[in-house]
């Protein structure tokens, strides 16, 4: 029989894994929306670190972080690809990345940025977005767009890679 301190340790040994969560807007033309932190070099997702201490799940994590960060607060669509990313100077990240929709001009006008994160947005195509996004986000964001694309399903990555 194990007692609750030797499930403590258990637990308390177990790898730490990080969890991200994000969202995926475009406009009518089918540019996604990208935002530029202040805190490190390229740009991102609306999204961020899922607080798992107070019980949040990914979407929930995704919806307040996209409030948070642009000052949207809408209802999020289907769930389009997670991605297992190694790290090498950190734990290991999954990250979910989840439809926003299609923006139109009234939501363009209505997004604040949290100034204490965020420089700037903008809206960047399909052909380009490699440029603005590194590794493995860029990657995870054109297999989200092919998902779109497709209709069904949700894409698993590792790395920003295709597995299954």
Excluded: C
């Amino acid at each position: 029989m194990t007692t609750t301190q030797d499930y403590a340790a258990y637990i308390a040994g177990l790898p730490r894994v990080l969890a991200g969560a994000a969202a995926l807007f475009q406009d009518a033309e089918g540019r996604v929306l990208l935002v530029e932190p202040n805190y490190r070099e390229g740009w991102a997702l609306p999204g961020g670190t899922i607080e798992s201490d107070d019980g949040e799940t990914p979407r929930q994590g995704a919806r307040r972080e996209t409030a948070e960060e642009i000052g949207l607060d809408r209802e999020l669509g289907r769930l389009l690809a997670v991605d297992w990313v190694h790290g090498t100077t950190r734990p290991p990240v999954v990250a979910y990345l989840y439809d926003g929709g299609v923006l139109g001009e009234d939501d363009f006008k209505a997004i604040r940025l949290q100034e204490e994160e965020l420089l700037s947005w903008r809206l960047v195509p399909r052909e380009e977005l490699t440029e603005y996004l590194q590794g493995s986000l860029g990657r995870r964001v054109l297999a989200a767009l092919d998902v779109l694309d497709g209709g069904a399903g949700t894409a698993e990555l590792e790395n920003g890679h295709r597995v299954g």
